[in-house]
């Protein structure tokens, strides 16, 4: 079965830092495109990362600089550290699989087909 | 504030159709395909339309989608309670290397 499980969020005071993890099982971490998206209390979803399967990183500019996309194909996990965190960073974190497509003229589509349940992490004010 | 527009509310009884509709601009609707999640709190969201109409298999064929121009919508057709969630809209942005979002728009059953 395809799944992902985050963990590692917590409480942690501003200026802290944390790592999540998103395990992942039925499928490689490595041989897929993952992402990163964030929900912070009462508000949408927000694209925080991605990662291509061959290793190139980006990142939201609320985040860039202070944020770290990275993985583990012997564990088969993707992370985020978090760095300088901020108020603002409150949320639940979720990471997502992406589904890279190629059209016959070369277009790419990229979605996110599979999604973990989240983990929470609050920086208190 | 989301990238994209969506409506924050949407309602409808039993067996009605509804629309939900996201506005963005050239630089992401209007260059790129639109997915549609739903999302209820505590859970995984969930893929319910990718490349603006395309449905991933064990999504029923109540769900559509459609993309014209900067704007799109998705309808929900015999409306049931179970989709009672939120709902949102996302499109890559090239500049980005990554997608916007929209605020999400939270749709009641009656």
């Known amino acids: 079965e395809v799944q992902l499980v985050e963990s590692g969020g917590g409480l942690i005071q501003p200026g802290g830092s944390l790592r999540l993890s998103c395990a992942a099982s039925?499928?490689?971490?490595?041989?897929?495109?993952m992402s990163w998206v964030r929900q912070a209390p009462g508000k949408g979803l927000e694209w925080v990362s991605i990662i291509y399967s061959g290793g190139s990183t980006y990142y939201a500019d609320s985040v860039k600089g202070r944020f770290t996309i990275s993985r583990d194909n012997s564990k088969n996990t993707l992370y985020l550290q978090m760095n300088s965190l901020r108020v603002e960073d409150t949320a639940v974190y979720y990471c997502?699989?992406?589904?890279?497509?190629?059209?016959?003229?070369?277009?790419?589509?990229?979605?996110?087909?599979?999604w973990g349940k989240g983990t929470t992490v609050t920086v208190p004010s | 504030q989301s990238v994209l527009t969506q409506p924050p509310s949407a309602s409808g009884t039993p067996g009605q159709r509804v629309t939900i509709s996201c506005s963005g601009s050239s630089s992401n609707i209007g260059s790129n395909t639109v997915d549609w999640y739903q999302h209820l709190p505590g859970t995984a969201p969930k893929l319910l339309i990718y490349r603006s109409n395309q449905r991933p298999s064990g999504v029923p064929d109540r769900f559509s989608g459609s993309k014209s121009g900067t704007s799109a919508s998705l309808a929900i057709s015999g409306l049931q309670s179970e989709d009672e969630a939120d709902y949102y809209c996302a499109a890559w942005d090239d500049s980005l290397n990554g997608w916007v979002f929209g605020g999400g728009t939270k749709l009641t059953v009656l």
């Open positions: 997502a699989r992406v589904v890279k497509e190629v059209d016959i003229e070369n277009y790419n589509y990229y979605y996110m087909d599979v």
């Open positions: 039925g499928f490689t971490v490595s041989g897929n495109y």
